[in-house]
């Protein structure tokens, strides 16, 4: 039986089981489990007529059919979003890749993606955070410093030398606009009202314009989007504060757990963004990327707005938004300014800051979702931190200005930043740049630096380091073999190669860092990609694919 025909069965007994109709559907909703794919038509379709076709091969007409970002005008209008509204993704995403490669091929798609999120980055907190630290250093030197730590509760802002930087943008970031796709934001005290612009934000999820989170105790750390709102934008009176508390922050709920990221939820948030005249997207999440969420990207970065991703959290490898050329990665360092335990790192990674114990606002749900303070960990705090900062050097420069300087020297504004913040970047001693980037946010020589004097040849040497594309580079850093094979369709197979990829990665990282177990899995290699890889000869995807072949699971 063909991929379409096990997929049209799936949905009639789905009709049977009472789920919700497409007549009562949202059309503008995205929710994150639902089966769904994102086709890529050569031009923008007419509607009308796709879903006839889409009603012919699907032998059904119980789907939606809608643009996948409706607020855009023609330069994304290509996209669409296929949707079977209530009918769950399921758990086993090989049969996802093999219906998505038979509709290209039947409608004759540029590409089409299943809408899967994956668990793949981890919330690295312990109930016990005192507990794990036991073991980590016997030093007492260093046991002394964390007993310091946990009264600074602003350290993180000392160490990234913030505190310096307000002198030299004394409004601290008024008049910018940051986008922050996560799980929303709930109601703190931390999070002053007024740094919110709420008639911006949207639920992508829900289709709504509300982005409140619904702090669901099922799913890991429940009110994520608070605390790093908080690392952004907090009240500066406050506890503790964020980078940027003269900012606004826009956000923008497309995700309901951070250890699971579906792509197209987040690329909607990522032109949300750029529509609604955002100037930073900050973007503390990270997992499967897609063609569709490469191409939100770009759009944005082409609108001079500043991209920036968390590398990821115990895996080991550069996660996707990160990971994509375009936009900025940010791994994590511990309080000693090493490499925190849990970061991702490679080069992709352009700088790191603070990931261990930074302090932010948070929900206890234990206590019914209390808004209190407490120290986090991971990368979502370093990408927040660099967020916060950034907008500091939009205020200190004038984003005009810096505009109009990165357009006499023939490049984006993202690009300028990028080269600005490398230069000035503060390397510790010992510092692995190939792991995790030039050093450590380092905001007051940032601040500093004349825009005139950023220098742009070696962040072009950086960004050209190698020739392989950046999907290829993934199966690289998984089997330590390069992709040899010229004949391989790589653009049709990019995104199940990914996820194979950073699935295995995750897979062996369980063995060295602990994470949080979600349910059980199959993992293995759609029939269709088998028999590509088997052509090709290459031994690099071999060796990836050959990690499934008896179907793993976890």
Not at 317 to 342: F, M
Not at 484 to 501: C, G, H, K, M, T
Request: charged letters at 25%.
């Amino acid at each position: 039986m063909s991929p379409i025909r096990k997929l049209t069965r799936l949905i009639c007994r789905s009709e049977t089981s009472g789920r919700k109709t497409i007549n009562s559907a949202n059309c503008h909703a995205l929710p994150a489990d639902e089966l769904g794919f994102v086709l890529e038509y050569p031009k923008a379709p007419d509607f009308d007529a796709a879903r006839r076709q889409l009603a012919m091969v699907l032998d059904t007409l119980d789907f939606m059919l809608e643009p996948l970002f409706p607020l855009s005008a023609d330069e994304l209008s290509h996209f669409a979003v296929l949707r079977f509204p209530g009918v769950s993704a399921g758990r086993a995403s090989d049969a996802l890749f093999a219906i998505a490669y038979e509709l290209g091929e039947k409608i004759d798609l540029v590409s089409c993606e299943p809408c899967i999120g994956e668990h793949i980055m981890a919330v690295p907190e312990p109930e016990n955070a005192d507990e794990r630290r036991q073991g980590v250093s016997n030093s007492n030197d260093l046991d002394a410093i964390k007993r310091e730590l946990r009264l600074d509760k602003r350290w993180a802002l000392a160490n990234t030398r913030v505190f310096e930087a307000w002198r030299l943008a004394p409004d601290l970031g008024k008049d910018i606009l940051i986008a922050q796709p996560d799980t929303g934001v709930a109601r703190h005290h931390e999070i002053a009202s007024n740094s919110l612009r709420l008639d911006l934000a949207a639920d992508i999820i829900g289709g709504v314009d509300d982005p409140t989170d619904p702090l669901d105790p099922d799913t890991a750390a429940p009110g994520h989007g608070s605390g790093t709102a908080s690392v952004v934008v907090g009240r500066r009176t406050g506890e503790i504060s964020g980078a940027a508390p003269g900012a606004k922050l826009v956000p923008i709920r497309c995700i309901e757990d951070v250890t699971v990221v579906n792509p197209t939820p987040v690329a909607r948030a990522v032109n949300h963004a750029r529509m609604s005249g955002c100037h930073i997207v900050s973007m503390s999440l990270g997992g499967l990327g897609s063609v569709a969420l490469h191409n939100a990207v770009k759009k944005a970065v082409d609108a001079d707005l500043i991209v920036i991703a968390a590398a990821g959290n115990c895996i080991g490898l550069t996660v996707y938004p990160a990971r994509y050329p375009e936009v900025i990665a940010v791994a994590g360092t511990d309080i000693n300014d090493g490499g925190w335990q849990g970061t991702s790192v490679g080069r992709a990674v352009d700088v790191s800051a603070p990931a261990e114990m930074v302090w932010r606002a948070k929900h206890d749900m234990s206590t019914g979702g209390r808004p209190i303070v407490a120290e986090g960990e991971g990368t979502s705090y370093s990408a927040a931190l660099t967020a916060g900062i950034a907008a500091l050097w939009l205020s200190r420069h004038g984003r005009d200005n810096l505009i109009a300087e990165a357009r006499a020297r023939n490049t984006s504004l993202q690009e300028l930043f990028r080269a600005a913040v490398r230069h000035t970047a503060r390397v510790p001693v010992g510092w692995n740049s190939s792991r995790l980037g030039s050093g450590i946010i380092d905001a007051e020589a940032l601040l500093r630096l004349n825009p005139a004097d950023i220098p742009l040849t070696t962040e072009v040497a950086h960004r050209s380091r190698s020739s392989l594309s950046e999907v290829q580079r993934l199966v690289f850093e998984t089997t330590r073999k390069k992709p040899e094979s010229v004949n391989f369709d790589w653009p049709r197979y990019q995104a199940e190669i990914a996820n194979l990829a950073l699935r295995l990665a995750h897979i062996r990282a369980r063995g060295h860092v602990q994470i949080a177990r979600g349910p059980r899995r199959r993992f293995a290699v759609s029939e269709c990609l088998r028999k590509a890889v088997d052509a090709s000869g290459d031994a690099a995807l071999r060796d990836l694919t050959a990690n499934f072949e008896a179907g793993l699971t976890e």
